[in-house]
């Protein structure tokens, strides 16, 4: 008797023949990623006069289950450059190892020159562009903070299709419609960047976290912040905690489940 488990629920070979699998052979054409499954949810960054402060939750939603807590979507790439990434973490995985094999290669190099971090934006933006144009996207949303090449605050965003925009303050996911009014308050545009001080900046990131703590059922209070400048470099810290919470604002929500009004 055949006690392989490939044969077990199967005819025995020595009555009835060897068993035949062409039906598993399949002619289908090569199948991508339709949608992302596990999430990360916004990414946050805005400048100051000195550098660029960047955060996001350490949250990976599997769909709308909380699964995964202590994943980091804000990479450095070197001492001038950061990336925060939304979307498929799966996704942002291959992305690191794509990023940690260009740090190895430019380190070998012997150019003695450093990517800053508007080389790297230009980077993505054509990784991204190419996977889009071969319809198998990464399923992304990249926020690059950091310096460019003179030294001055660097703060640029390139998604699933290649598109890529810059601004003083930029969200992704559901930060860009919660979060973004909030920072754009404090830095209306590129002008306003030289009045702003890293506590004012850092302050700000910290309420909009708080704010999408509050609203983005994708979120949790656990988050990575990074500041990068020229004197420090990049700054990261991966266990920050929103403080002062208060729910009081509950008890005025009307319209869910049942109330009493």
Do not use: C
Not at 23 to 42: C, E, F, N
Not at 68 to 73: A, E, G, H, Q
């Amino acid at each position: 008797m055949n006690h392989l488990p490939q044969a077990w629920g199967r005819p025995r070979d020595d009555i009835y023949g060897a068993y035949n699998p062409s039906y598993l052979s399949s002619t289908a054409p090569t199948q991508h990623t339709q949608q992302p499954i596990v999430t990360g949810t916004s990414v946050l960054a805005v400048k100051f006069r000195d550098g660029v402060v960047i955060a996001a939750d350490n949250l990976a939603s599997y769909g709308s289950l909380a699964r995964f807590t202590d994943v980091k979507r804000l990479r450095p790439f070197n001492t001038r450059a950061i990336i925060g990434v939304g979307g498929d973490v799966s996704d942002m995985q291959y992305l690191d190892r794509m990023l940690l094999s260009l740090d190895i290669s430019e380190h070998y190099a012997s150019s003695g020159h450093a990517l800053h971090a508007q080389n790297l934006h230009t980077y993505l933006a054509k990784v991204m562009y190419k996977r889009r144009s071969d319809v198998n996207p990464l399923w992304n949303a990249i926020l690059v903070a950091g310096l460019d090449g003179d030294d001055r605050p660097f703060l640029s965003s390139v998604d699933l299709l290649g598109t890529t925009f810059s601004a003083p303050t930029l969200a992704t996911g559901y930060g860009a419609h919660l979060a973004q009014p909030l920072l754009r308050k404090l830095v209306e545009d590129e002008a306003a960047v030289k009045d702003v001080t890293r506590e004012a900046a850092v302050e700000a990131v910290r309420g909009a976290m708080k704010v999408l703590f509050y609203r983005d059922a994708r979120s949790m209070d656990r988050y990575s912040l990074a500041v990068v400048t020229k004197e420090g470099g990049v700054e990261l810290s991966e266990e920050e905690r929103l403080e002062g919470q208060s729910w009081a604002f509950a008890e005025t929500i009307r319209g869910y489940g049942t109330q009493v009004v």
